[in-house]
């Protein structure tokens, strides 16, 4: 599961109407708004993280968006990631041997 943190801006006009149609989405919970400024904080569920990143592009071509921006990103058992970790990467098969002594102190 991936949960991402969308801040979400719109003119002050528009606040209660994106909000509404925001709270409709599947996987969007909001959970602040500043009316005054057009902020809108807002949370998202996804399976992957693909579908976390088509999430964002869905909510920026909503009417109204002046900006959508991920401010936060958290993902539990994502195999996708997993399974995708370079080897080189990879804590076990690390060649030490190629690292400076000065940033393993």
Not at 34 to 51: L, M, N, S
């Amino acid at each position: 599961m991936n949960i991402s943190g969308i801040l979400v801006i719109v003119s002050p006009q528009r606040v209660e109407s994106m909000v509404d149609h925001l709270n409709g989405l599947d996987g969007i919970d909001v959970h602040h708004i500043e009316a005054a400024t057009g902020r809108i904080v807002i949370t998202q569920e996804a399976e992957t993280i693909k579908d976390e990143v088509d999430g964002l592009k869905r909510i920026r071509a909503l009417p109204g968006i002046i900006l959508a921006e991920m401010s936060y990103h958290n993902f539990e058992d994502d195999s996708e990631l997993i399974d995708a970790i370079p080897a080189d990467l990879d804590d076990d098969a690390l060649d030490t041997a190629n690292i400076p002594a000065y940033l393993n102190d």
